[in-house]
């Protein structure tokens, strides 16, 4: 009876002790604070961009924000798209000029030889 009573409690310990080692996958993204502005705030720089693209200059800009990114200023502008319920996110850098962002590099595995 005292070694049934020993294993309940040692069997207890351990599934409290597993309770708290849940592994929780957690994002790789780094989020920036950001600094919603009104779009007629934007530099003018960045207004002649959206008005010398093609794809944007009849867009209507749903949101902008500022953005530090690496110790510049970036602006992340939302527009509005032709399509209902869809946006178009573009980042441009203080000079206007579009920032796009690069994936990460992906490793091919080489192929195992027989």
Do not use: R
Not at 68 to 93: H, N
């Amino acid at each position: 009876m005292k070694k049934l009573i020993l294993s309940v409690a040692a069997m207890t310990v351990f599934a409290f002790a597993n309770a708290g080692s849940t592994v929780v996958p957690v994002s790789q993204e780094w989020y920036q604070e950001t600094t919603k502005i009104d779009p007629e705030s934007l530099p003018e720089k960045v207004k002649e961009a959206i008005q010398n693209d093609l794809q944007l200059k009849d867009l209507k800009i749903a949101e902008a924000h500022q953005v530090m990114e690496e110790a510049q200023v970036q602006y992340l502008i939302k527009f509005e798209s032709e399509t209902p319920g869809e946006q178009i996110k573009k980042t441009f850098d203080a000079m206007g000029k579009e920032v796009v962002e690069m994936e990460a590099p992906v490793e091919i595995a080489e192929p195992v030889k027989k």
